[in-house]
């Protein structure tokens, strides 16, 4: 028996919610072959990682066509895989590349699946795992009933390891078909550098108490300081004050970092229910009835134009 | 055009959490039901392009009788018909069934779903439903526009987007800004009362995953206030109390 892994590839390297995954994969393994499956061009040293976190054998697909988020030549191969390597569970990490891979992949070899799982799975009676429901606000404990499992983790599932040792590389070239390539993507437009915010471990947040996209700046340096993603509540993604991709909550993107602040954000619900995971939140609003007050464990009641910059002089104060 | 809307009737996006049951139950008392905020996203986007090159909409819903108020909602919204299958939706792979049962006999263009379902937050059914009708299915989808037989579409990813162009049909899984949401008018909610909502029972009921329990997290302490003029107190305790920075 063996368990499969899904690498995600950022331009070479493993990104490190896969590295989690791989780690997840080893600690739920109980002697089981933890394998992992990598897709385009990546670098030897970046393989050697992927041991280290707990793979005792990586197959690379090493096919440039297959750099960028071929969703479904990525499913059509590890379901392929699962035959291959007789495996019974695939453990990857959620993401836009993540989830639809799961998905497809759980109807092509009939596996349970579940998603947003937040802990490593309890295999006393059946085989039970914990994943986070109602955006946030609660949990469920469910049961994959049947042989072939699929588990998406969420961020902080798993604590990456290092102490693997070099794993096996192997070449694999699996079947693909015309119709695996089917969706073309014709471009991608990333913010390069950035800290991105799905995996960031510190987040600096900004909501319409900042008044205009003009006033970012004081927000974009808080972030530097930390080496923080920058966030922000809806009406300011939606007023374009701020990309999409930046828009945290309900309905937009769920963080789970170790450290969240808040700046001139009141605090709906539904902005909370997308940084309810984070583990320590910090607050800070012109007005000390702001409901955010309530679930943060942190806060200052001021000007956010007084307090983010003298905060930013501290933090790089206490740096250097 | 021949479109189907998946939508899901949950609860509202204020409404607390709670279980009965000895925690196997969602705790129903005073919940308002909506359509889910991301499947109000794809019904509103099904309507834009019905009003600009025609066609039909259907809205469908796995659930039991008390979803039809939101299937009702749908329908005052612009959809032209509603099908109802009527069965508690127990877990992913059952309703990606049943709503790739409807597409089977349907011969839809486009079945839009939203990126995620609020209560459940799987993130699946359109990626099973895709695999299970041999069809591409995308999610999050931000933009759609359709040209001919060809969807070109924009998709959020980590830290930005992609634009992406496939021939149809698709099953897609929609979020803002692919259209604002809509509010029915009086003439639209007068005009669903008529409009036809068919109930049909599931034709198949194999399920994968079965939900024992449900739990809440854990209460958060109290919050601990630094004045303004001493942020270096924050800064000491985040390094050393929370050991975050
Ligand atoms: C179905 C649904 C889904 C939604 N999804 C989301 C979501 O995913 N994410 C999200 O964020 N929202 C979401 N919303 C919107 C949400 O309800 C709130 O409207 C939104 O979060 C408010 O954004 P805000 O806190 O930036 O603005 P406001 O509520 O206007 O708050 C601004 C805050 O800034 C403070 N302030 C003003 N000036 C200053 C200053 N100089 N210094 C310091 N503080 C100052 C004010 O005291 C206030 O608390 C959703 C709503 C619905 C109905
Ligand atoms: N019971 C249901 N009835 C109809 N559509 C559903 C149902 N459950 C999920 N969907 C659709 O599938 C999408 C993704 O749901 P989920 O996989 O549960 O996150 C939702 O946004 C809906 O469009």
Known sequence: MSILVFIENAEGAAKNSSLEAVSYASAMSNGAEVIAIVFGSIENQALEVIGKAGAAKVLHVDDSKLNMGVIQAYSSAIAQAFEKENANTLVLAQSSIGDPVAASVSIKVGASMATNVTELPDTTDGFKVKRSIYTGKAFAIVDLSSDKKIIGIKKNAAVIKEDGSAPTIEKYEPNLEDKDFGVKILSQNKATGDVLLPEADIVVSGGRGLKGPENWGMIEDLAKSLGAATGCSKPVSDMDWRPHHEHVGQTGIKVAPSLYIAVGISGAIQHLAGVNSSKVIVVINKDPEAPFFKAADYGIVGDAFDVVPKLTKAINAANN | ?245
């Open chain 2, 1 to 245: 055009m021949k479109i189907l809307v998946c939508i899901t009737h949950v609860p509202d996006t204020t409404s607390k959490i709670a279980f009965t049951n000895n925690n196997t139950s969602f705790d129903k008392t005073g919940v308002q039901y909506i359509i889910g905020p991301y499947d109000d996203y794809a019904l509103a986007r099904a309507v834009e392009l019905k009003e600009q090159s025609g066609g039909s909409i259907t809205v469908l819903n796995v659930g039991e009788a008390e979803t039809e108020p939101t299937l009702r909602k749908a329908l005052a919204i612009g959809a032209d018909e509603a099908i109802r299958i009527n069965a508690f939706p127990s877990d992913s792979f059952f309703v990606a069934n049943q709503i790739a049962a409807v597409a089977k006999d349907g011969n839809y263009d486009l079945i839009l779903m939203g990126r995620e379902s609020i209560d459940f937050n799987g993130g699946q059914v359109h990626g099973m439903v895709g695999e299970l009708l041999g069809i591409p299915s995308l999610s999050p989808v931000m933009t759609l526009d359709i040209e001919g037989t060809t969807a070109k579409m924009a998709r959020e990813i980590e830290g930005g987007k992609e634009s992406l162009e496939a021939e149809l049909p698709l099953v897609l899984g929609c979020q803002e800004p692919i259209a604002e949401w809509k509010i029915p008018n009086m003439r639209g909610i007068m005009t669903a009362r008529t409009k036809p909502l068919n109930v049909i029972e599931p034709t198949d009921n194999t399920t994968r995953v079965a939900t024992n329990s449900f739990e809440l997290p854990p209460a958060k302490g109290a919050i601990r206030m630094v004045d303004a003029d001493n942020v270096e107190e924050l800064v000491q305790l985040l390094k050393n109390e929370a050991k975050v920075i």
